[in-house]
């Protein structure tokens, strides 16, 4: 078993940046694909960011690309998000998610069995 735990959201003026992390437990994280999706009120959870377990391959929604840097320390069983020039748009709860799943198949909240319980970020105008 994986337990995940987001940390490091909160307010923040539009044009401000956050580091969100996620730490695992239970077992290391160094061979799982690990992804950050976000959930708007109202709106369905949506794919932000994956990393494959060595952290060489990164894919960005369309959305974030530009303005968010994933990365992670499998030393310390963590994994960032890095998130720069946030919008109002931006504002959700943020959830890290992990499994043992090929990387192309990171992009689908459905493929992840293991998920933490999210950190809100609110970006204000």
């Known amino acids: 078993q994986v337990q995940l735990v987001e940390s490091g959201g909160g307010l923040v003026q539009a044009g401000g940046s956050l580091r969100l992390s996620c730490a695992a437990s239970?077992?290391?994280?160094?061979?799982?694909?690990m992804g950050w999706f976000r959930q708007a009120p109202g709106k369905e959870r949506e794919f932000v960011s994956i990393i494959n377990w060595r952290g060489d391959s990164t894919s960005y929604a369309d959305s974030v690309k530009g303005r968010f840097t994933i990365s992670r320390d499998n030393a310390k069983n963590t994994v960032y998000l890095q998130m720069n020039s946030l919008k109002p748009e931006d504002t959700a709860v943020y959830y890290c998610?992990?499994?043992?799943?090929?990387?192309?198949?990171?992009?689908?909240?459905?493929?992840?069995?293991?998920w933490g319980q999210g950190t809100q970020v609110t970006v204000s105008s």
């Open positions: 998610a992990a499994d043992q799943l090929p990387y192309w198949q990171g992009y689908d909240p459905r493929r992840y069995n293991y």
């Open positions: 239970g077992r290391t994280i160094s061979s799982f694909t």
